[in-house]
């Protein structure tokens, strides 16, 4: 009896001891972990949405680090829907954060001039490394984003590095809190009287809104995807008119 326990133990250990441990694959079934993202931001971002980037310049190393496992693991069909926009959102902010860092100091992102004058700007340049191409930050906005996702409120997430865009917010987007994330940027936008201005009667938007007007206007009018965020309520009739794109830096 106790030869044969001892067996059954010697043949357990040895089986035990063969099983490696399975590594992770992001990009496959399970999604990319944001959370040296979310710790750089916690770091170098205020509430305010203020970016110290000669901050992210001394962690170097750690945004790389991040940046590499983004574009080694880009999401697949097993991805559930939000976990791809979480991380898409984050590709797009990141990178802008790279962009600039790499060519700090600089009053504003359109200052950096590369590519055919009048022709093709500072989101048109191909740096976005994954295996299989190079893309822009055009491309994400534009050929993923908004292609690919029916949700107006990306325009809130994604931060294109100025004092008018929608604060970077201090934390990485997620698949779990993406959903509260999006409306309380959306709604942070709106309220905020340096991006745009609510009354009942008289609005004065951000030019965002007429940037992307088709994007808030597909399932009605744009008053009516206002009025789902805004901390008034405006009138169908309101007059509507947008305020001038302060393009500097947002440090």
């Keep these: 009896m106790k030869v044969g326990l001892l067996l059954a133990y010697c043949v357990c250990f040895i089986t035990c001891q063969n099983q490696a441990p399975q590594k992770i694959q992001y990009g496959k079934a399970n999604p990319v972990n944001h959370q040296t993202w ?3 931001l916690q770091k170098h971002v205020t509430e305010q949405g203020n970016v110290n980037y000669k901050g992210f310049i001394a ?20 991805w559930s829907e939000k976990a791809q926009l979480a991380y898409w959102i984050n590709v797009y902010n990141a990178f802008t954060v790279k962009l600039i ?3 700090y100091p600089l009053a504003s992102i359109k200052d950096i001039k590369k590519g055919i004058p009048f022709i093709s700007s500072v989101w048109d340049i191909k740096f976005i490394e994954f295996d299989e191409e190079t893309i822009d930050l055009n491309k994400v906005e534009h050929g993923i984003l908004r292609k690919q996702f029916n949700e107006p409120r990306i325009h809130f997430a994604i931060n294109c590095a100025s ?19 999006l409306t309380f940027m959306t709604k942070d936008f709106l309220n905020d009287p340096k991006r745009n201005r609510l009354t009942e009667k008289e609005v004065q938007l951000s030019k965002i ?14 008053v009516e995807f206002l009025n789902q965020y805004a901390p008034v309520k405006i009138a169908d009739n309101a007059n509507i008119s947008h305020l001038d794109y302060n393009w500097q830096l947002n440090e």
Excluded at 59 to 78: E, S
Excluded at 163 to 181: G, H
Excluded at 209 to 222: C, I, M, N, R, V
Aim: with cysteine; glycine share 4%; hydrophobic share 30%.
């Design 101 to 103: 860092v790499d060519n």
């Design 59 to 78: 962690d170097t190393v750690l945004l790389n680090q991040y940046l590499n496992q983004l574009t080694k693991n880009k999401p697949t069909n097993n």
């Design 38 to 40: 979310d710790d750089l």
């Design 209 to 222: 809104f007429s940037w992307f007007k088709g994007d808030f206007t597909k399932q009605g009018t744009l």
């Design 163 to 181: 004092f008018s865009c929608p604060r970077l917010l201090n934390k990485a987007y997620t698949a779990e809190k993406l959903e509260q994330q």
